[in-house]
Nanobody, 125 residues
Framework: VQLQASGGGLVQAGGSLRLSCAAS????????TGWFRQAPGKGREAVACLSTNNDIYYYPDSMKGRFTITRGATKNTVDLQMDNLTPDDTAVYYCTADLGQSSSYALCHSRPPIWGQGTQVTVSS
């Protein structure tokens, strides 16, 4: 059971990035999946979560408007579109999942049991 995140990089403030998460060892048609992030010196926080069996998404209030989580173009992937990025969005972004959870809201309010290796996003001013 693994998650592989990709798509991070360096972008200027106001720019966009698209992250992708690929699952192996299980299918993303039942568990909730989501993206969390950890900025330097801060704790991990939820960015967006998706109930992959019914495509219900959840965003914490602080993340609404600039982040969009969707099923990926290829099978067994979940993407995170990030727009109008600011330096405060600089963090390591992690793809997460919980095989025993189907609620996007619940996933974003928990510490998911499955984490990918993280991908660095750096936003310059």
């Amino acid at each position: 059971v693994q998650l592989q995140a990709s798509g991070g990089g360096l972008v200027q403030a106001g720019g966009s990035l698209r992250l992708s998460c690929a699952a192996s060892g299980f299918t993303l048609n039942r568990p909730a999946t989501g993206w969390f992030r950890q900025a330097p010196g801060k704790g991990r926080e939820a960015v967006a979560c998706l109930s992959t069996n019914n495509d219900i998404y959840y965003y914490p209030d602080s993340m609404k408007g600039r982040f969009t989580i969707t099923r990926g173009a290829t099978k067994n992937t979940v993407d995170l579109q990030m727009d109008n990025l600011t330096p405060d969005d600089t963090a390591v972004y992690y793809c997460t999942a919980d095989l025993g959870q189907s609620s996007s809201y619940a996933l974003c309010h928990s510490r998911p049991p499955i984490w990918g290796q993280g991908t660095q996003v750096t936003v310059s001013s």
